[in-house]
């Protein structure tokens, strides 16, 4: 097809005779396989307008459009949450939950917690350690266990 049977299809098949130019026609005129072209768009446009019609669909037929998205509307988890009854079991269900752990944490805890009472053993050698009298090593290496012990931290 030709570049001004091209721009100006449209208004062809819409007769519009207004908008066709000079041009247009005398292509057509000139140009037996344009005019072939055309004579058959202008069949299936004809066609086409036939088969419109200005029928409204029956009484009731958007209802029934609407019942049946509803019925083919996959149910999500929200609204399987959100139903009455499967809400008072889970908050029924809940409840039972909490009533079982906090017996559990009542009964389960002792009045005084039991330390392991132990007396502290002092190890010594055969010979006896005179403390009144340290050495300065000795003394330096107390003071480094008591920094070490005060600075612990678990």
């Known amino acids: 097809m030709h570049q001004p049977i091209r721009d100006n299809l449209e208004d062809f098949l819409r007769d519009s005779a207004q908008g066709i130019p000079q041009e247009f026609r005398e292509h057509v005129e000139a140009c037996g396989d344009c005019a072939d ?4 768009y202008a069949k299936h446009a004809e066609l086409l307008r036939s088969l419109q019609t200005d029928a409204e669909p029956r009484a009731g037929f958007y209802a029934r459009v609407m019942d049946r998205i509803d019925e083919q509307r996959r149910n999500s988890i929200w609204t399987v949450l959100l ?9 029924m269900a809940s409840a039972a939950l909490v009533l079982l752990l906090g017996t559990y944490l009542v009964t389960s805890e002792r009045g005084e917690p039991d330390y392991a ?25 107390r003071d480094a266990v008591l920094v070490n012990l005060a600075a612990f931290r678990q």
């Open 37 to 40: 072209e055309l004579r058959l």
């Open 117 to 141: 009472v132990t007396t502290p053993a002092i190890m010594t050698s055969a010979e006896q350690v005179n403390y009144t009298q340290d050495s300065p090593q000795q003394q330096r290496e």
């Open 83 to 91: 139903q009455p009854a499967l809400g008072r079991r889970l908050v």
